[in-house]
């Protein structure tokens, strides 16, 4: 049984930081496409953040500098260090695995509130 399981989000104030959390069980997260995504009321989910089993990662432009994604193997766990945040950052945040083949797992997303 492949679980996600997130923890770490909340409300912040603009500029303030945030880590959020995905632990997996079932897979070996480092062996996947691991990523965070998120989707704000009314707004189609997006991709923030992804890292590959070599550790390279990706961004999307809108967090890119303000966003870290890491991954600690002992854990099994995917990290997204959150930044600078701003109010258009609120969105609920899913964690994510994808080998290419099967279909993706998706964790149960955390709400992040950044309020002005």
């Known amino acids: 049984q492949v679980q996600l399981v997130e923890s770490g989000g909340g409300l912040v104030q603009p500029g303030g930081s945030l880590r959020v959390s995905c632990v997996a069980s079932?897979?070996?997260?480092?062996?996947?496409?691991m990523g965070w995504y998120r989707q704000a009321p009314g707004k189609q989910r997006e991709l923030v953040a992804s890292?590959?089993?070599?550790?390279?990662?990706n961004y999307a432009d809108s967090v890119k500098g303000r966003f870290t994604i890491s991954g600690d193997v002992s854990e099994n766990t995917v990290y997204l260090q959150m930044n600078s945040l701003k109010p258009e950052d609120t969105a609920v945040y899913y964690c994510?695995?994808?080998?290419?083949?099967?279909?993706?797992?998706w964790g149960q997303g955390t709400q992040v509130t950044v309020s002005s």
């Open positions: 994510n695995a994808r080998d290419g083949v099967m279909p993706d797992y």
């Open positions: 890292i590959n089993s070599g550790g390279w990662t």
């Open positions: 079932g897979i070996i997260a480092r062996l996947y496409r």
